[in-house]
């Protein structure tokens, strides 16, 4: 099957606008006799199932959690970009879109990320529409504040809350919806199988968590909003329960899975404090705003960081990238971190951690107050004091949550942060209009891989979640309905939805089966391992080869030897973990093969074997500069295929940050 | 952090389904790091279960990190345990000491019907929503984001109430059951902002309704919710929302 992106032609700047002049559309009445599954309630897909609900369409939306407000969008802390230009300074829909794609190191498809810029200003504008209260200046407009890998403020936020606040705005369309029947909610509910009739995706088989009945829902189209694919290595800073399994599954019946290996390591986050941990803590990038990174000048430091004299520490990455200082992207800063510690400068117990340190923007901001307040020769204490006030209203809750976890006060000692995985940039492949290489089958928000290339922005993700789902998928996907509005819904006593629900029933009964002797916890760490060491901040051949024989191994050892308590008919959290982490041990392989197979670096993606002299990530543009969409095959293995990248409105470059 | 290792007796709450009476259940655990969470200590005490070939507890929980509001533990009498403003998730066993024994239960309301063990159903909490916690307004309908001005006070007042995170622990903490905490953030959250103003009135009113119809008890001002709230959500919102329904009401009739 050959790849078609659909982008339509013309200058980028009017691709959008001609394709929505031009779109086929529903009229009304024939959309209410059309049925949309949409699986996922966080930002992407509450935004499109509130919307394809106002516009009339018959919305079935589902959701593994007890409320669609749970979805994973909502720990988001930091903030949202757009193309505002509130701040006047010099931002633009083109600036935003030069951004992105360079902050992706040139992997992503121009014509999308260039939608998606002119699209953002128009999710802020809703966003207040619908009471998302953002941060605001004491004139009642906006506030703004910066984000990694950029030079302009235009980042939207609610103190450290932003992804609560969104998805609160979203949930809310969405519930109004409900209220209205346009759109009926499963909640407890997990999709675990598309059921295609005549090559096109028609309806899902999904559990009923509470009871363990498996359920047949029809649609005549599928939205995937299913979220990333990051606990694959087990710790992470997404939620427990994110998982790989509703794209997996649309893998497995023909959807192209793009750029797997393109993972986000974030360079802000609590260190693991032992083997009990169960997941890493973010600490905001909006951190870096005012924070500064450094580690002791000397090796193996003990001594306190409060001990520590100023001309004894080095604020690596003010050094090495002066023009971009602490706001360098999250790969670079990632992976600065990693050679410090590397090289014996970490700090902590485990040596693997580095300081962010709000000493001096304390005090910054404590003199800018006392001027404010007509202080005079202000104490040191009392500019502490006003300065920590101001850092407490900008990041109060990000520094307690800090506190909680590590029994330490952040506004007297400078945080511990190590980088942890953090995001997936790639994702089931879908074409401009975001449909997946399955017909009526889509793909949005963090489960596809179109925008973000091979590093993703901070505040860009929610972006373009919502972007997704409140303003191309309403588009898009009555281009391909409008050819539908004959067919009829289809009862789900066909027989794809009879072999579709036997194929789930068997292999839910050969998992509680096995009644092996190790939990399912024991191979997900064991996977998260092995994908953390071989095939996480740098990558080799060597070790992806071996990574690629210890999964199939450790994958084989999970089918004799897992052990499921309870039953298949009733709440069994431990079979809904068992079933994500059987996916997960199917994607690492799969990973470890993109990684192994892009003999190049670029953002996310670092191969040892490709760097520069000063060690940062060389892109091999004549051969990788496409998309690498692999196809599963004949039940065990993937066929690559390659959708070209060109830049017509953006020069190939090396990053630079320096 | 210098870090101990606890041994501690847990009394946990044990239900098959709904169906069942439920009970207690007492669990020895040993080598609990003080610098676990409360729920990594589940996991310990669950992998053991699993080991031993007998049922792990059920219990709800995503983010662990405070912000989702799916972790709902009673512990020793408490929504979310000891630390005051602080969630089940987040709440770490320094709070304990060795030697402790720490009895954990569901949430308890009517309106809250118990799934499994430790795991209850808060859909209720979802349909009053529906029943008017949003502002009605179309995808596109939007004007420019900066064309009504905020006053900072108000989108700060605004967003504190909009900071709930839909954990019900007001509810398991109130002797009435009550959700008025939780249905005076939203109700407050709007009622800062002009875009709220439209359909003020018919909110608060059809809200309440719906509280009323899921079985909640009515508030009588013990103030019990506050202090349990993970979000330090203020009770003047329900003092508020007290006199928006009651304005709502006379408007409606006259
Ligand atoms: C701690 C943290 C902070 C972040 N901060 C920021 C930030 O400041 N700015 C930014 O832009 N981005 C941020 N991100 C990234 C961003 O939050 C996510 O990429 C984004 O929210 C993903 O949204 P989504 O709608 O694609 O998926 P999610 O929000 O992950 O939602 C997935 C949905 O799919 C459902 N689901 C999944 N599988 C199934 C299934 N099989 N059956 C039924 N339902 C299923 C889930 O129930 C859920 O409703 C952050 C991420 C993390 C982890
Ligand atoms: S008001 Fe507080 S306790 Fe009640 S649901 Fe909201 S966050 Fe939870
Ligand atoms: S698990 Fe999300 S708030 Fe506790």
Same mark, same amino acid.
């Given at each position: 099957m050959a790849i078609n992106s659909k982008i339509p032609a013309g200058a980028i700047e009017s691709k959008w606008e001609d394709y929505k002049s031009h779109v086929k559309l529903v009229n009304p009445a024939n959309k209410r006799s059309i049925e949309i599954i949409v699986i996922g309630t966080g930002l992407a897909g509450a935004s499109a199932a509130a919307t394809l609900g106002e516009l009339?369409?018959?919305?079935?939306?589902?959701?593994?959690?007890?409320?669609?407000?749970?979805?994973?969008?909502?720990?988001?802390?930091?903030?949202?970009?757009?193309?505002?230009?509130?701040?006047?300074?010099?931002?633009?829909?083109?600036?935003?879109?030069?951004?992105?794609?360079?902050?992706g190191d040139y992997r992503s498809r121009e014509a999308n990320v260039y939608r998606l810029a002119e699209v953002s200003a128009n999710i802020i504008d809703q966003c207040v529409a619908q009471g998302v209260p953002f941060a605001r200046e004491y004139?009642?407009?906006?506030?703004?504040?910066?984000?990694?890998?950029?030079?302009?403020?235009?980042?939207?936020?609610?103190?450290?809350?932003?992804?609560?606040?969104?998805?609160?705005?979203?949930?809310?369309?969405?519930?109004?919806?409900?209220?209205?029947?346009?759109?009926?909610?499963?909640?407890?509910?997990?999709?675990?199988?598309?059921?295609? +009739?005549?090559?096109?995706?028609?309806?899902?088989i999904a559990r009923n968590l509470i009871t363990g009945e498996l359920e047949r829902h029809f649609g005549h189209a599928v939205l995937l909003c299913s979220g990333g694919y990051g606990n694959v290595f087990f710790l992470s800073t997404n939620a427990m329960g994110s998982n790989v399994t509703a794209a997996w599954k649309a893998h497995k019946q023909g959807a192209f899975f793009a750029n797997p290996c393109y993972t986000q390591i974030h360079p802000t986050c609590i260190p693991v404090s032992g083997d009990h941990q169960s997941k890493l803590t973010l600490m905001s990038e909006s951190l870096r705003n005012d924070g500064r990174i450094w580690v002791p000048k000397k090796q193996n %430091?003990?001594?306190?960081?409060?001990?520590?004299?100023? %001309?004894?520490?080095?604020?690596?990455?003010?050094?090495?990238?002066?023009?971009f200082g602490n706001l360098v992207p999250r790969d670079v800063a990632s992976r600065a971190a990693k050679e410090?510690?590397?090289?014996?400068?970490g700090v902590g117990s485990s040596k693997q951690a580095v300081y962010l340190d709000y000493a001096s923007a304390i005090e910054r901001y404590g003199k800018i107050e006392a001027n404010k307040?007509?202080?005079?020769?202000?104490?040191? %204490?009392?500019?502490?004091?006003?300065g920590k006030e101001v850092v407490k209203e900008k990041y109060g809750n990000l520094f307690d949550m800090y506190e909680k976890i590590t029994g330490e006060n952040p506004y007297n000692v400078p945080m511990r942060i190590y980088p942890a995985v953090h995001y997936t940039m790639g994702g089931l492949w879908v074409d401009y209009e975001l449909m997946t290489s399955v017909p009526g089958l889509y793909a949005l928000g963090e489960a596809n891989f179109s925008d973000h290339g091979a590093n993703r922005l901070g505040a860009s993700a929610l972006m373009q979640g919502l972007a997704d789902g409140y303003f191309v998928i309403p588009y898009t996907i009555g281009n391909y309905l409008a050819d539908e509005i004959r067919t009829k819904a289809i009862p789900t006593d066909h027989q794809a939805f009879v072999d579709a629900e036997n194929s789930v029933k068997n292999r839910l009964h050969t998992l509680i089966n096995i009644k092996g002797t190790k939990s399912v916890d024991h191979f997900h760490k064991a996977l998260g391992k092995i994908m953390w060491d071989k095939c996480g901040m740098a990558r080799n051949a060597e070790g992806l080869q071996s990574a690629i024989?210890?999964?199939?191994?450790?994958?084989?050892?999970?089918?004799?030897?897992?052990? +499921?308590?309870?039953? #298949?008919?009733?709440?069994?959290?431990? #079979?809904?973990?068992?079933?994500?982490?059987?996916?997960?041990?199917?994607?690492?392989?799969?990973?470890?093969?993109?990684?192994?197979?892009?003999?190049?670096?670029?953002?996310?993606?670092?191969?040892?074997?490709?760097?520069?002299?000063?060690g940062e990530a060389l892109r091999r543009d004549e051969e990788f500069s496409y998309v690498a969409a692999w196809e599963f095959k004949d039940g065990k293995s993937w066929e690559l295929h390659k959708e070209h990248l060109t830049f017509e409105s953006v020069k190939l470059a090396q990053r630079s940050y320096k | 952090m210098e870090h101990k290792d606890l041994s501690l007796k847990l009394k946990v709450w044990r239900q098959k389904n709904s169906k069942d009476n439920g009970h207690f259940e007492s669990y020895d655990v040993k080598g609990i790091s003080t610098e676990m969470s409360f729920l990594e200590m589940f996991d310990v005490l669950n992998e053991r279960l699993i080991n031993e070939g007998q049922d792990p507890i059920a219990?709800?929980?995503?983010?662990?990190?405070?912000? =989702?509001?799916?972790?709902?533990?009673?512990?020793?009498?408490?929504? $979310?345990?000891?630390? $005051?403003?602080?969630?089940?998730?987040? @709440?770490?066993?320094?709070?304990?000491?060795?030697?402790?024994?720490?009895?954990?239960?569901?949430? *308890?309301?009517?309106?809250?019907?118990?799934?499994?063990?430790?795991?209850?159903? *808060?859909t209720a909490l979802d349909r009053i929503i529906q029943s008017g916690g949003y502002i009605s307004v179309n995808t596109g309908n939007a004007q420019d984001a900066n064309a009504i001005p905020i006053p900072k006070h108000n989108a700060d007042k605004s967003f504190a109430a909009a900071t709930c995170i839909g954990c019900g622990a007001c509810v398991a903490a109130c002797k009435n059951s009550s959700a008025m905490l939780f249905l005076s953030a939203k109700v407050a959250q709007f009622a800062y902002l002009?875009?709220?103003?439209?359909?003020?009135?018919?909110?608060?009113?059809?809200?309440?309704?719906?509280?009323?119809?899921?079985?909640?008890?009515?508030?009588?001002?013990?103030?019990? =919710?506050?202090?349990?709230?993970?979000?330090?959500?203020?009770?003047?919102?329900?003092?508020?929302?007290?006199?928006?329904?009651? @304005?709502?009401? @006379?408007?409606?009739?006259?």
């Open positions: 009339g369409y018959k919305v079935k939306a589902f959701c593994f959690q007890d409320s669609p407000r749970r979805a994973h969008s909502i720990a988001a802390q930091g903030g949202i970009n757009a193309a505002k230009n509130y701040q006047n300074d010099g931002d633009s829909t083109y600036r935003l879109f030069y951004d992105t794609v360079k902050g004139g009642g407009m906006l506030s703004n504040r910066s984000f990694g890998g950029v030079q302009v403020q235009r980042t939207f936020y609610a103190a450290g809350q932003t992804g609560q606040q969104l998805l609160l705005g979203a949930y809310s369309a969405l519930e109004r919806q409900v209220a209205l029947g346009t759109v009926k909610m499963y909640s407890r509910h997990e999709m675990l199988e598309i059921v295609k +009739i005549d090559g096109k995706a028609r309806g899902i %430091d003990n001594r306190k960081p409060n001990e520590i004299p100023q %001309d004894e520490r080095d604020y690596y990455l003010e050094r090495r990238y002066p023009a410090r510690c590397d090289a014996g400068y307040h007509g202080i005079e020769d202000a104490s040191h %204490d009392e500019i502490v004091r006003l024989q210890e999964i199939r191994a450790l994958r084989e050892e999970f089918w004799k030897d897992v052990r +499921i308590p309870g039953a #298949l008919d009733e709440f069994n959290p431990e #079979l809904e973990k068992a079933g994500r982490v059987a996916d997960f041990l199917e994607l690492g392989e799969l990973m470890c093969n993109d990684a192994l197979n892009r003999n190049e670096s670029c953002g996310g993606h670092f191969r040892e074997e490709s760097q520069t002299e000063e | 219990f709800d929980h995503d983010c662990r990190e405070g912000i =989702c509001g799916m972790c709902s533990m009673y512990i020793n009498g408490r929504p $979310h345990g000891p630390w $005051h403003g602080t969630t089940t998730c987040q @709440l770490h066993m320094r709070a304990f000491k060795d030697g402790d024994t720490i009895v954990v239960e569901p949430w *308890r309301a009517g309106a809250f019907p118990v799934i499994k063990d430790l795991t209850v159903d *808060r002009p875009q709220g103003q439209a359909e003020r009135e018919t909110r608060v009113i059809d809200m309440v309704d719906q509280m009323d119809k899921e079985g909640f008890g009515s508030c009588t001002n013990t103030g019990a =919710c506050e202090a349990e709230c993970p979000k330090e959500i203020s009770i003047s919102n329900i003092a508020a929302l007290n006199k928006e329904y009651t @304005l709502a009401k @006379l408007k409606a009739e006259n």
